[in-house]
Nanobody, 118 residues
């Protein structure tokens, strides 16, 4: 079974930066380089929300209004990896971050925790 594996979460002070990575656990199935990919997040007691999306080619991106100008989604086809660069982090950015493929079936990672101290 294909799984997406996120990494790069952690504890950071407000104003700091983190870079999240997402890779497929089985590289024989080229999920990341075939489909649009996205990042979502879920804070305690809240619904999972969209954060960012990147096209399969990497030439088109979309962001939630709350992260525009601070977060950047990118992909490295050679490494079969999707990234989320998060700058100027705010306490309200604290959540479990998930990557997902916009494919059928849809694949999700297990999530990586981001904690932002004020």
């Amino acid at each position: 079974q294909v799984q997406l594996v996120e990494s790069g979460g952690g504890l950071v002070q407000a104003g700091g930066s983190l870079r999240l990575s997402c890779a497929a656990s089985r590289r024989t199935i080229n999920i990341i380089n075939t489909y649009p990919m996205g990042w979502f997040r879920q804070a305690p007691g809240k619904e999972r929300e969209f954060v960012a999306r990147i096209s399969w080619s990497g030439d088109s991106t979309n962001y939630a209004d709350s992260v525009k100008g601070r977060f950047t989604i990118s992909r490295d086809s050679a490494k079969d990896t999707v990234y989320l660069q998060m700058n100027n982090l705010k306490p309200e950015d604290a959540a479990v971050y998930y990557c997902s493929s916009f494919s059928l079936p849809r694949y999700w990672g297990q999530g990586t925790q981001v904690t932002v101290s004020s």
